[in-house]
C-alpha cells in the first residue's frame, strides 16, 4: 500500500489553485478581493459540514420511532452545527478588514454575483424548515430570477424533502406522556393559568401606585396574554391562527413541547428539552450571522444596491427578520408558569419520567 501525502490527502493543488481574481483579469489588480474570495470558499466549506450533518439528523429522525441511545449522536452533531456557526459569525470580522474604499476596486466586477446565490445556504435553510412559503416576496422572487435552472431544480426537489422543523412536529406529536391514564394534565394545566392570570388582575387592579390609564393598558395586556393562552387550549382556535401564519408546529406537536419546557428536571424529559434548546440555539446564531453581516454590508456599500440587484442592506435585514425558523420555540415562554403554580403529575407518571434501576423495588 502506498504511503499517503499530506498535501494529496487534502487536494491542496486544487484547492489552492482554486482562488482566481476577476481584478487579475481584467489587469486591475485588486490586492483585497484575494481576502474575499478565500472568506467566501470557507464559508463553502463550513455550509457543506453543516449540511453533512443536518443529513444525518434528518436522517435519524425521518423514523416512525427515534430510539433513545440516537438522542445523544444527534444532541453531539447539533452541538457541532453551533461551534461552526460560530466560526462563520467570527469570519465576518476578516471581511471587515476589507475598507469601502478598497472593496469598491473589484465590486463592480461581481456583478451578477450575488451571496443569494450560495446553494449551499439555501439547502441549510431549506433543510432546517425555511420553505418558500416562508420567505419574504423578494426572495421568492429571486428563485426565479437569480439561480440557474439546475440549481432551482435541486432546491426545489429538496422542499418536497422533509424539514428539521416537519420531523421534530412529527417527534413531538408521537410523545406518549401527554395521556397518561385519567390523568387530564391540560385541564390541569388550564386550572393554573387561570389562577395565575385572575391573581394578576386582583394585583393589578389593587396597585394604588398605578394610574387609571397604566391600570387600563395593563389589564388590555392581560386580556391579550389570556386569549394567547385560550388559542393553545382550544385546537380550532390554534388551527385558525396557524394557517395565518403565526404558528408553524401542530397542535398536538405544539403542546408537546410546551410540556418538554414546563417539566424539563424529569429525567426523561431533559434529553427533548436539550434537543429544542439546541434547535433555538442554531436559530438565534444564523440570526446573528444574518444580522452582522447585514451590518457589515451596511458599513461596506451604504445604501448601494447589492452586486445582484437586492436592496443590499435593506434586503439582508429584512431576511433576518423573516427566516427564523423555530418560531414557535421562542414563543413558548409565552405559556410558561412557575415551577411552584405547575400541576403536580401522578406518581405513576413521575415513576415513568425517572431513572430506574434493576435493584430497585417497586
Request: proline content about 3%.
Amino acid at each position: 500500500m502506498a504511503s499517503l501525502y499530506y498535501s494529496d490527502y487534502l487536494h491542496l493543488n486544487r484547492l489552492l489553485d482554486s482562488q482566481h481574481l476577476e481584478s487579475v483579469k481584467q489587469d486591475r489588480p485588486a490586492h483585497d478581493e484575494m481576502v474575499f474570495i478565500i472568506t467566501h470558499q470557507t464559508y463553502e466549506l463550513w455550509f457543506k459540514q453543516i449540511i453533512f450533518e443536518l443529513e444525518s439528523v434528518i436522517d435519524i429522525f425521518d423514523d416512525p420511532l427515534v430510539h433513545e441511545t440516537r438522542m445523544a449522536t444527534v444532541l453531539h452533531r447539533l452541538n457541532r452545527i453551533k461551534t461552526i456557526q460560530w466560526v462563520l459569525i467570527q469570519q465576518i470580522d476578516v471581511i471587515k478588514t476589507i475598507t469601502p474604499m478598497d472593496f469598491l476596486e473589484f465590486r463592480d466586477l461581481l456583478v451578477p454575483a450575488s451571496g443569494f446565490q450560495s446553494i449551499q445556504f439555501k439547502q441549510i435553510e431549506i433543510m432546517l424548515g425555511i420553505k418558500r412559503k416562508f420567505r419574504i416576496a423578494a426572495d421568492q422572487e429571486f428563485f426565479c430570477t437569480r439561480l440557474t435552472k439546475s440549481d432551482k431544480a435541486d432546491l426545489d426537489k429538496l422542499e418536497e424533502k422533509p424539514s428539521v422543523l416537519e420531523l421534530t412536529d412529527n417527534w413531538l406529536r408521537r410523545m406518549p406522556f401527554l395521556e397518561f391514564g385519567d390523568f387530564n394534565f391540560w385541564q390541569a394545566y388550564a386550572d393554573a393559568v387561570e389562577k395565575m392570570l385572575t391573581s394578576d388582575e386582583q394585583i393589578i387592579r389593587a396597585n394604588e401606585t398605578l394610574t387609571d390609564r397604566e391600570k387600563h393598558f395593563q389589564l388590555n395586556d392581560l386580556l391579550a396574554t389570556r386569549t394567547r393562552f385560550q388559542s393553545v387550549f382550544d385546537e380550532s382556535k390554534f388551527n385558525d391562527l396557524r394557517d395565518q401564519g403565526e404558528f408553524r408546529l401542530s397542535h398536538q406537536g405544539f403542546l408537546a413541547a410546551l410540556f418538554v419546557h414546563l417539566y424539563r428536571d424529569e429525567p426523561m424529559i431533559y434529553t427533548p428539552f436539550r434537543y429544542l434548546s439546541l434547535l433555538l440555539d442554531i436559530d438565534e446564531l444564523f440570526t446573528n450571522w444574518r444580522q452582522k453581516h447585514a451590518v457589515m454590508v451596511q458599513r461596506m456599500l451604504g445604501t448601494k444596491i447589492g452586486t445582484g440587484g437586492s436592496s443590499g442592506h435593506d434586503y439582508l435585514d429584512a431576511t433576518t427578520q423573516k427566516n427564523r425558523v423555530f418560531t414557535d420555540l421562542y414563543n413558548l415562554s409565552t405559556f410558561l408558569i412557575p415551577r411552584e403554580d405547575l400541576p403536580e403529575l401522578p406518581v405513576e407518571l413521575r415513576r415513568a419520567l425517572g431513572y430506574f434501576f434493576s435493584g430497585q423495588k417497586n
